[in-house]
T-cell receptor, first 114, second 113 residues
Framework: ETGVTQTPRHLVMGMTNKKSLKCEQH?????MYWYKQSAKKPLELMFV???????ENNSVPSRFSPECPNSSHLFLHLHTLQPEDSALYLCASSPSGGDTDTQYFGPGTRLTVL | GDSVTQMEGPVTLSEEAFLTINCTYTATGYPSLFWYVQYPGEGLQLLLKATKADDKGSNKGFEATYRKETTSFHLEKGSVQVSDSAVYFCALSTSSNTGKLIFGQGTTLQVKP
């Protein structure tokens, strides 16, 4: 596979469940990102990792927990979510995390919290 | 703080019409500017970018020029096709914000045959 892949593509979970979203990039990039895309709101950055180190946490509630075990993989662990957390979660990667970098996005995971 | 403002949509055009989607920004320092496009059911993909003032980004017939004096990066295409129907996002990134993208709210374009 090439590019940025995300699994699962769709996820339905109850408020008491624990689940994880997975992102994998095959581009040899050093920076990875999680974004949240809600209806009628701009895309919001959640987390940035550079060389497996978290460099930004954009005031995200603790019920979202990221993990970056290596530069190719990024996870978003979910627990005790709320219905307002239903959204499209997008993963992206970029070569170095610099401001001129192009970010490459995965197709997203459509999350529904019941 | 840094921000991006796009014209509200949806924008509906007939095939071969001229397209303009306005984008203005507020940023400290000298941002890089991007247009991303999202087709139905897909993630975002880069359409074009410009990293310094007066640069013109272009791709697939789309163009945008980085105008520092008006803090704008308007997207244009001379003749749209049905296949251009998508959501278009203007975004910026600065060296002071760890390379993160700050997006506008997106503009939906629908092109009718």
């Amino acid at each position: 596979e090439t590019g940025v892949t995300q699994t699962p593509r769709h996820l339905v979970m109850g408020m008491t469940n624990k689940k994880s979203l997975k992102c994998e990039q095959h581009l040899g990039h050093n920076a990875m990102y999680w974004y949240k895309q809600s209806a009628k709101k701009p895309l919001e950055l959640m987390f940035v990792y550079s060389l497996e180190e978290r460099v930004e946490n954009n005031s995200v509630p603790s019920r979202f927990s990221p993990e970056c075990p290596n530069s190719s993989h990024l996870f978003l662990h979910l627990h005790t979510l709320q219905p307002e957390d239903s959204a499209l979660y997008l993963c992206a990667s970029s070569p170095s995390g610099g401001d001129t970098d192009t970010q490459y996005f995965g197709p997203g995971t459509r999350l529904t919290v019941l | 703080g840094d921000s991006v403002t796009q014209m509200e949509g949806p924008v509906t055009l007939s095939e071969e019409a001229f397209l303009t989607i306005n984008c203005t920004y507020t940023a400290t320092g000298y941002p890089s500017l991007f247009w991303y496009v999202q087709y139905p059911g897909e993630g975002l993909q880069l359409l074009l970018k410009a990293t310094k003032a007066d640069d013109k980004g272009s791709n697939k017939g789309f163009e945008a020029t980085y105008r520092k004096e008006t803090t704008s990066f308007h997207l244009e295409k001379g003749s749209v096709q049905v296949s251009d129907s998508a959501v278009y996002f203007c975004a910026l990134s600065t060296s002071s914000n760890t390379g993160k993208l700050i997006f506008g709210q997106g503009t939906t374009l629908q092109v009718k045959p």
